[in-house]
């Protein structure tokens, strides 16, 4: 079983499309992420949810928003896509909601604006 | 700001030598450092982690060394393998979160 599970894995889009990426984890935790990795493979934060309770939001563009519609689940939604929202955006879900513990990755998704 | 980083982005190794991967942290604060372990098309994974009252850290093949003093933190892995090709990252929290660095790629030489 696969513990953090995001999809689409890839996605080639179009600017200006609004496009959904999905995240579900079986792991129990109460806390999920969504990092985001560029082409230089940095990894940064941009939101965390506890509970389905918005903890972290990284200053990401209001294009950027984040649903959890239960604690196992944190999707990601953007409207109007641009070029520099390529990259590949990483799923993860830890048991400590302070940062303070090991986080649990998805495989990633890879969006490619066009 | 916080920031964490890694003096070498690549790092080429011989197969059976020991390799040693390198981070600096800025957050003199930060209580909790983990490395992470990336091969390609997958997601980060958990390698070793340390707490700030620690200085050393072992597990299987890997070793992890905190220098508090000069915000310091290394990663050793005994007998690099090929399946130990990777990029690593070194992450710390603060903030209720954790802070990745730059990461360093590993590339084991046959």
């Known amino acids: 079983d696969t513990a953090v599970s995001q999809t689409p894995k890839y996605l080639v889009t179009q600017m200006g499309n609004d496009k959904s990426i999905k995240c579900e984890q079986n792991?129990?935790?109460?806390?999920m992420y969504w990092y985001k990795q560029d082409s230089k493979k940095f990894l940064k934060i941009m939101f965390s949810y506890n509970n389905k309770e918005l903890i972290i939001n990284e200053t990401v563009p209001n294009r950027f928003s984040p649903k959890s519609p239960d604690k196992a689940h944190l999707n990601l939604h953007i409207n109007s896509l641009e070029l520099g929202d390529s990259a590949v955006y990483f799923c993860?879900?830890?048991?400590?909601?302070?940062?303070?513990?090991?986080?649990?990755f998805g495989e990633g998704s890879r969006l490619t604006v066009l | 700001g916080e920031s964490v980083g890694l003096h070498l982005p690549t790092l080429s190794v011989q197969e059976g030598d020991n390799s040693i991967i390198n981070c600096a942290y800025s957050?003199?604060?930060?209580?909790?450092f983990i490395w992470y372990k990336q091969e390609s098309g997958k997601g980060p994974q958990f390698i070793i982690d340390?707490?700030?009252?620690?200085d050393k850290r072992q597990g299987q093949r890997v070793t992890v060394l905190l220098n508090k003093t000069v915000k310091h933190l290394s990663l050793q892995i005994a007998a690099t393998q090929p399946g130990d090709s990777a990029i690593y990252f070194c992450a710390e929290t603060g903030s209720y979160k954790l802070i990745f660095g730059s990461g360093t790629r590993l590339l084991v030489r046959p």
């Open positions: 792991l129990g935790h109460d806390t």
């Open positions: 993860a879900s830890s048991q400590d909601n302070r940062g303070n513990g090991e986080l649990f």
């Open positions: 957050n003199s604060a930060s209580d909790y």
């Open positions: 340390i707490r700030s009252n620690m």
